[in-house]
């Protein structure tokens, strides 16, 4: 299978790409560079799919660029590149929200009709829900979206329908919940909060602590969407994919001072526009249609994600001897001497 995954070099489409890779796959990785967050860490998301022969990156914007020799050379989409976001979908920026969530996928459907029979897999949001009426929160919920992120991501779905009825387009949408894990885009509050620690800063909490949500690890997202890559009918069309573990932000800042082995520091401040109290996802559609099935626990993934850290911020200060050393947690000493702990 020769498979495209758009936004290879983020959070999710990297750990995509490597997995089709590992499994012996070819791989065409677009990627534009957003300027959502540093490009230096996006490279560094593209080390491991480089070391592989079958695969091949083409930087290319999708809002504009020639799409159709891309899309024609594959067996299968997977639509990842996306203006991420809930709280930065606001104000003057909504602009790129609208290019690169709604236009760009508008313009990759349009390549993709050319030859309707490949599967499109479509990497929606469960910001599509905002403040649900009811949880677990089926697909069959109406969507109400609590942020305008939320709603270029409808749109996206939306667009999706309109090509599969109009024009044949094999499309799948999969409504991502809270995806965590190594390499997660900085913004997002568990990087936030593991770089805090290790940090021995003040971890920043947006409102009480209290809402939660169904925190999905990214090798549980990889599996779900492979899933509906592969499944050789998707009768729903559109999919929940959920974790399985709806935590607190209280408890997750727990967890984390566990791994740290001392307390943390909190600083709570009102929450964000667009910020809603609960989520979590009834999966039982992807279960008995995609065979998907979330295996990761969050104290699981947390912990790797904690760990990860741990590495990051080592390499970031091996490569500036001159910075101050880092705090490490009391409790892993192998963890502590990578960080430099006590200097």
Not at 126 to 153: H, L, R
Request: proline share 5%.
């Amino acid at each position: 299978m020769r498979a495209l995954v758009t936004g290879c070099a983020g959070f999710v489409g990297s750990h995509l790409a490597e997995s089709l890779l590992e499994d012996g796959h070819s791989v065409t990785g677009i990627d534009c560079f957003n300027d959502n967050y540093l490009r230096a860490p996006k490279l560094e998301n593209l080390k491991r799919a480089r070391e592989f022969e079958a695969f091949e990156f083409v930087p290319v914007d999708l809002a504009r660029g020639d799409l159709a020799d891309l899309v024609g050379d594959c067996d299968v989409i997977f639509h990842l590149a996306a203006e991420p976001g809930v709280r930065s979908s606001w104000g003057d920026r909504f602009d790129l929200f609208l290019r690169n969530n709604v236009l760009a996928t508008q313009r990759l459907l349009e390549a993709a009709g050319e030859d309707p029979q490949r599967r499109f897999v479509y990497a929606s949001s469960s910001s599509i829900y905002g403040n649900a009426e009811s949880f677990p929160t089926s697909e069959d919920a109406v969507p109400s979206p609590f942020s305008p992120y939320g709603v270029t991501k409808l749109a996206g779905e939306h667009l999706c329908q309109l090509y599969r009825q109009n024009h044949g387009v094999d499309t799948v949408a999969l409504r991502y919940f809270t995806v965590y894990g190594p390499r997660q885009r900085p913004d997002m509050a568990l990087h936030r909060f593991c770089a805090a620690v290790l940090k021995g800063e003040q971890i920043t909490v947006f409102g009480d602590g209290t809402q939660r949500r169904d925190f999905t690890f990214v090798d549980d997202v990889v599996a779900a969407s492979r899933a509906a890559a592969a499944a050789s009918a998707v009768p729903s069309r559109v999919y929940n994919v959920g974790g399985g573990s709806q935590v607190s932000v209280r408890r997750a800042v727990e967890l984390l001072a566990g791994l740290a082995g001392r307390p943390v520091r909190l600083r709570h401040t009102r929450s964000e526009a667009g910020d809603v109290r609960e989520t979590r996802a009834d999966t039982s559609r992807a279960a008995a249609e995609l065979g998907f099935r979330p295996r990761v626990s969050f104290e699981d993934g947390l912990r790797a994600e904690f760990e990860w850290m741990v590495e990051h911020l080592a390499a970031a200060a091996a490569a500036a001897p001159k910075r101050r050393r880092l705090a490490a947690p009391d409790r892993r000493p192998t963890l502590a001497a990578r960080v430099g702990a006590g200097r």
